[in-house]
């Protein structure tokens, strides 16, 4: 019996609610995708908006990662996490008995004349009158000198003066022997024969060099400031003097030095790019680097070694420090994982950084943002190094405060990370990546007193070349790229052991060091050595009279 129409309305009523439902489960899994796909770029347009104010205050903020400690009329937060922890870190009487009486830091006095003026020269000039003025207005009768006053003080520069100084030789010939059978002749000497490359003097390529290397004068301008003087000499004049003369006498030195840094047991490491137009089998764009290797905290005398390579592989760290065993203060770079008998040990500097980079714009002093509360943890540890430093002299000693001060605020910090849920792909989340990626190096400083607390030395260290790179750009050839290398090693070496760059530069091409030097005779050359300070310093009066 065939269906009645209520039937066939009934089933077509079923079938349009089925569509309906159907309809309604893609319409609801559209609007899901939307709901989605517009939270992913709501939060990608948040990331976007962080790395621009984050570069905006790269461009035109201020380039400190400090931070206010305590916020006038605001709770301190890392108190009071610390204290809700555990009653027993970070209590305040702890702190005081670690800071001095008052303030742990000083402001500066201004230097006076005398020191700043220290070991120049001075000539008195005098302002006399006329001899027509020297006679009494009222009476007439010749006026007596009483004495002299002091009126003004005046700094004056004498520029610099170029002379070509010939050499000859006195020949002297026995008269009694000058015969068909003897003669007798004698040429008088200087005990050396000129093995510099190049004709220019000692005092000239150490003066190239120490335009370029310590004052990142390019050898362009340079060439410039030579016409002034009134002598044509070519960038590439230059640049041959100081490639070669580096290479052939500067590098027994660095090889020296190299040596010594070995011995060590606290190093510190750094890299930064360079570019090199003329590598064999590489565009001229490709990325070289500089590198930099120096000796920690431990109290002796600083050693800055710079060296160049095609890459950044941390092959050349491990090449580098083949025989070196001890701590390696370093940043983030996996590459020094390599470097089989160095205990890493991480820089806290760069912990701050990422956590200063996090802070969003404007929210430096809301305690609710857990980039402010990182930093606040990081700060009171700054802080406690420079307390603690000021305080002991005696690594046992500060190995002992940083054990008993410091320790439960690295905890405290770790333990804060591990509650740390940020939001993917924003600056928090790369913060909190970095740090627990480099979690086990964060307490390996506290093992010991000599142990540094960041690579901010190594930073300061090869800031100089960093700034020149800005003035020339490249480096022509891989033999340029080391004898650079080789220079600004010399050159802050002499800074760190505080000689004088320039002198110390002439003073090292007239010794000419060699390979058949012993490592007793380089010491003799060295920087650091007592005889070298005490001549390098008469070099630098003299130069003043």
Not at 195 to 211: C, K, N, P, S
Not at 247 to 257: A, G, N, Q, R, S
Not at 456 to 484: H, M, Y
Not at 508 to 517: A, F, G, I, S
């Amino acid at each position: 019996m065939a269906d009645s129409s209520k039937d066939l309305q009934l089933r077509e009523l079923k079938d349009m609610i089925n569509d309906l439902k159907k309809m309604i489960k893609t319409l609801q899994a559209t609007v899901d995708a939307a709901n989605k796909r517009e939270e992913a770029l709501t939060q990608e347009r948040d990331n976007l908006k962080e790395e621009v104010d984050l570069l905006r205050k790269k461009l035109f903020g201020s380039s400190s990662e400090k931070r206010s400690m305590d916020v006038p009329g605001q709770l301190n937060l890392f108190n009071e996490a610390e204290l809700e922890q555990n009653p027993t870190i970070a209590e305040p009487e702890a702190l005081e008995s670690l800071l001095p009486e008052k303030e742990t830091k000083k402001r500066k006095s201004r230097a006076t004349n005398a020191e700043r003026f220290k070991g120049i020269p001075v000539v008195k000039k005098y302002l006399d009158l006329p001899d027509a003025e020297k006679v009494c207005p009222v009476c007439n009768a010749p006026l007596v000198k009483i004495g002299e006053e002091f009126v003004r003080r005046e700094l004056s520069f004498v520029p610099a003066k170029l002379k070509v100084i010939e050499i000859y030789s006195l020949n002297y010939i026995c008269p009694e022997c000058n015969n068909d059978d003897v003669t007798v002749i004698k040429k008088g000497k200087d005990g050396h024969a000129h093995m510099l490359h190049g004709m220019a003097a000692a005092d000239t390529i150490a003066w190239v060099m120490y335009q370029k290397f310590c004052n990142s004068l390019p050898y362009t301008r340079q060439e410039k400031d030579w016409e002034q003087y009134g002598v044509a000499i070519t960038r590439a004049t230059m640049a041959n003097w100081v490639i070669r003369n580096t290479l052939d006498y500067f590098t027994p030195m660095y090889d020296y030095f190299h040596r010594q840094l070995l011995k060590r047991e606290f190093a510190m490491a750094d890299e930064t790019p360079l570019q090199v137009l003329h590598e064999s089998g590489r565009r001229a764009q490709t990325k070289s680097y500089m590198w930099l290797f120096r000796s920690g905290e431990d109290g002796g005398f600083p050693i800055i070694l710079y060296k160049y390579s095609e890459t950044r592989a941390g092959n050349n760290a491990v090449e580098f420090l083949e025989g070196f065993k001890g701590y390696l203060m370093c940043d983030g770079y996996s590459g020094y994982n390599k470097v089989p008998d160095a205990k890493r040990t991480a820089c806290w500097a760069h912990i701050r950084r990422y956590l200063t980079d996090a802070i969003p714009k404007g929210k430096q002093l809301d305690y609710t943002q857990p980039s402010v509360q990182g930093m606040m943890y990081i700060n009171q540890l700054f802080h406690l190094e420079d307390v603690i430093k000021a305080k002991y002299s005696s690594f046992d000693a500060i190995k002992k405060a940083r054990l008993e001060k410091e320790k439960p605020i690295v905890e405290g910090f770790l333990s804060w990370l591990d509650k740390q849920n940020p939001v993917r792909g924003s600056r928090m989340d790369k913060a909190v990546t970095y740090i627990q990626n480099r979690r086990s190096y964060l307490m390996t400083y506290l093992e010991d007193g000599h142990c540094s607390f960041s690579n901010n030395l190594s930073e300061n260290a090869i800031r100089p070349f960093t700034v020149g790179r800005k003035n020339w750009l490249f480096c022509d050839t891989p033999n340029g790229a080391q004898a650079s290398a080789i220079v600004y090693t010399m050159v802050e070496l002499a800074k760190a052991n505080g000689v004088n760059v320039y002198h110390y530069l002439t003073y090292l091409l007239e010794k000419l060091p060699n390979d058949r030097m012993s490592d007793e005779e380089l010491d003799r050359l060295a920087p650091w050595n007592e005889e070298v300070k005490a001549e390098i310093e008469r070099r630098a009066n003299d130069s003043n009279q």
